[in-house]
């Protein structure tokens, strides 16, 4: 048998509604400081992440507006490219309507002067018919047989002829001229010094600097062996010295 020692009862020393030093603890770290402390520190925490998740996201940004730049460098040339072809065949085509406008004036020029040789030959062909009844009319005229209606008609056609640009031309007295002058008659006169139209037979016409017809005249030279005029000697006196003296 054991035997019991009689002497104080054995209580405990720590109370019964104390804290055991385990559940304090558990208790003290429910509210500890460190858990306030944890909660910022775990939102820092967030934070962090998502500014790595938007540096992520600009990063693949970046690299799609390089990649739209590297893409425009290409277009761009192409663009450059066909710019200078369109101003090569405008230039061109500039040309081609510089070269039709000048071959265009210079055609409407030559049908214009082509036009107006085809009528001047025209009316020169029909003043050419009507010379015959201007002579008609000239040689009554002369003869003071232009008289009464006849004489109006004369009067309107040679007005008409004039309008048509008809000119007449031929005077006594006047200088032969080969080229608007044609010679029927020929004789000496001692009152010329030059051959001269001394006798209009056949007026002559002409349009503007055409001649249509020659004037028909009749021409006088000087007389052979006129005497020379004053202040000149004979040929032979002034050879030979002067005048023989006896």
């Not at 770290?29 to 998502?50: C, I, L, R």
């Not at 025209?122 to 003043?127: F, Y």
């Not at 002829?161 to 001692?190: I, N, R």
Request: proline residues 7%.
């Amino acid at each position: 048998m054991t035997e019991e020692t009689p002497g104080f009862d054995q209580k405990s020393d720590v109370p019964t509604d104390a804290v055991q030093p385990d559940d304090a603890a558990a208790q003290a770290a429910g509210a500890s400081p460190a858990d306030e402390a944890g909660g910022p520190a775990d939102g820092a925490g967030d934070v962090t992440e998502t500014e790595q998740e938007g540096q992520g996201g600009q990063e693949p940004l970046q690299g799609q507006v390089q990649g739209q730049a590297a893409d425009l460098g290409p277009q761009e040339a192409a663009l450059t490219a066909q710019l200078d072809q369109t101003r090569t065949a405008l230039h061109e085509r500039t040309q081609d309507l510089q070269r039709l406008q000048a071959e265009f004036q210079n055609y409407r020029r030559r049908v214009e002067r082509d036009r107006a040789a085809v009528k001047e030959v025209a009316v020169a062909n029909l003043l050419t018919e009507l010379l015959p009844v201007l002579d008609d009319i000239g040689r009554a005229r002369d003869h003071g047989e232009l008289v009464g209606g006849f004489k109006s008609v004369a009067e309107s056609l040679e007005m008409v002829a004039a309008k048509m640009g008809l000119m007449q031309f031929g005077k006594e007295g006047e200088p032969f001229d080969p080229t608007v002058h044609e010679a029927l008659m020929h004789s000496y006169s001692p009152d010329v010094t030059e051959t001269t139209c001394v006798q209009i037979l056949q007026p002559g016409y002409r349009i503007g600097e055409r001649t249509i017809r020659p004037a028909r005249v009749g021409v006088a030279e000087p007389q052979p062996g006129a005497q020379a005029p004053a202040g000149e000697e004979p040929a032979d006196e002034e050879e030979n010295g002067g005048p023989e003296q006896g």
